[in-house]
């Protein structure tokens, strides 16, 4: 069994930076697809990036140009670095890991089996 936690999130005004980070316990990301969505309140989950075991990275075209997926090398934390945030940003993020093994990613949420409990992430205008 796996366990993500998120960290990271808070208040920010627009313009500014975060960093969140996904730990990963009980196992590591290791070749398993590794990607973040968010859920604002009264709307669905959906996708943010997602990336490969071989590093490869995919972005809604929301966040794409100010969001970066990236991983450690002991591949059990994944960060999501958010510039120039805006107010349409705030939301909950989940970090979200596939179990199957796979050197690819996923881009919606039922083909991730392992959930974060979520991080808050709130831009003010």
């Known amino acids: 069994q796996a366990q993500l936690v998120e960290s990271g999130g808070g208040l920010v005004q627009a313009g500014g930076s975060l960093r969140l980070s996904c730990a990963a316990s009980g196992r590591t990301f290791g070749a398993h697809p590794v990607g973040w969505f968010r859920q604002a309140p009264g709307k669905e989950r959906v996708f943010v990036a997602a990336?490969?075991?071989?590093?490869?990275?995919y972005y809604s075209d929301s966040v794409k140009g100010r969001f970066t997926i990236s991983r450690n090398g002991a591949r059990n934390a994944v960060y999501l670095q958010m510039n120039s945030l805006q107010p349409d940003d705030t939301a909950v993020y989940y970090c979200?890991?596939?179990?199957?093994?796979?050197?690819?990613?996923?881009?919606?949420?039922?083909?991730?089996?392992?959930w974060g409990q979520g991080t808050q992430v709130t831009v003010s205008s």
């Open positions: 979200a890991m596939d179990s199957r093994t796979d050197y690819g990613m996923r881009y919606v949420a039922p083909e991730y089996d392992y």
């Open positions: 990336i490969s075991y071989y590093d490869n990275t």
